[in-house]
């Protein structure tokens, strides 16, 4: 069974900083991969993806343009999100999904993805 594991969430005032990571088995070494959040009563929503080559083409939701930056080190499985200058609004379960195989496309549509993590909380409040 295929695992993502997120990490890193946790509470800050608004204008702090978080970095959420995730971490995947090794098969899913060249896949898209993508955060999503969801708040709740809300639809799940994806805030940035990468493709599966080095080049590492992205895609940011417009609420996470200049704020959010993903990375993925395919040496280490390891995909982050750094998330700074934070609102209230970013408040939300965030996820780690893989669409395996090549895509040089990243998606921020959620039913592209196959797997997906348990999620980690980000609060953001004063």
């Known amino acids: 069974q295929v695992r993502l594991e997120e990490s890193g969430g946790g509470s800050v005032q608004p204008g702090g900083s978080l970095r959420v990571s995730c971490v995947a088995p090794?098969?899913?070494?060249?896949?898209?991969m993508g955060w999503f959040r969801q708040a709740p009563g809300k639809e799940r929503e994806g805030v940035a993806a990468?493709?599966?080559?080095?080049?590492?083409?992205?895609r940011y939701a417009e609420s996470a343009k200049g704020r959010f930056t993903i990375t993925k080190d395919n040496a280490k499985n390891t995909l982050n999100l750094e998330m700074n200058n934070l609102r209230p609004e970013d408040t939300a379960l965030y996820y780690c999904a893989a669409k395996p195989g090549v895509c040089w496309i990243p998606s921020l549509y959620a039913p592209d993805y196959t797997y997906w993590g348990q999620g980690t909380q980000v609060t953001i409040s004063s």
């Open positions: 990468i493709d599966s080559e080095e080049v590492g083409r992205t």
């Open positions: 090794g098969s899913l070494y060249r896949s898209c």
